[in-house]
């Protein structure tokens, strides 16, 4: 593993070492407290960020590490210098990166003409240490994920693109469920489609709100994310039937609520279901922690 852009490059056994060593990091901080000792992380940052910037940054310090955030107010990435010298040069005193951007392909840039792993911190296609921290979480509940039956209801965006891959390379059941239009990329569905086929899950596409029955969980996100242009009412209007209540969880005979945050409750989830007891929000958000962690250890292990 030299980076970590996508869920979708991790085969199962690195996505289940990078669990386990997370629960392990969770579980005995003590022992990695000098895990990034002497080691440097430059954190790159196109957009707002609440739990990712402080996650990373706390996260780093907990590992014997040093971060160093750079917002736009250094210039955007590419305006002032190409991205392939952020990275070049960055590269000569960091020893990692880690990027939110609003085009995928800045951080595969990075990745490009860089010579530090770089980590995606979100993108307009994927948010994989989002992923993980959600898997994670999943795990901590079920004892074999790969019984888990996830729904995703809400927009085809990057964070469900992870939660595809994830659940694909795992062998667990996911039904992916979007208002019309709103479906995940092609690509990414073709690929998770091809995963789930390999590690015996299932990936469901649906439109069809009736096919929320008989699931474990129900995750959603925002219905209109980062650097999207979009009609809010227009959007409201086609979103509203998906809105993630107390009646669809009770359809679906779920017992736990997910969300990546920020929630905005009264729109694409009911504000009793987010703060209800069956939310793993704060778990979540604890989570990303502990997961970015064991991507870092993983990826500065013998530097
Ligand atoms: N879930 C998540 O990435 O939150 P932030 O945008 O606050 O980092
Ligand atoms: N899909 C959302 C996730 C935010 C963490 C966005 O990209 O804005």
Redesign the pocket.
Known sequence: MKHLLSIKELSQKQLLDLLALAKEIKAKPAQYNQALAGKSVVMLFE?P?L??RVSFDIGINKLGGHCLYLDQQNGALGKREPVSDFASNISCWADAIVARTFSHSTIECLAEHGTVPVINA?S?LY?PC?GLADFLTLSEKFDDISQVKLAYVG?G????HSLMYGAAILGASLTVMCPPGHFPDGQVVCEAQALAKQHGGTLTLTSNVEDIADHHAIYT??W?????DVDLADIEAKFKPYQVNQAMMDKAGAQYFMH???AYRGVEASANVVDGEGSLILQQAENRMHAQNAVLVTLLKNK
Request: glycine share 4%; hydrophobic share 25%; proline share 4%.
């Open positions: 957009k960020s739990r990712t979100l307009d948010h989002q927009d965006n990057n964070v469900a996100d925002t209109i994310s980062m650097g999207d990546c945050l920020p």
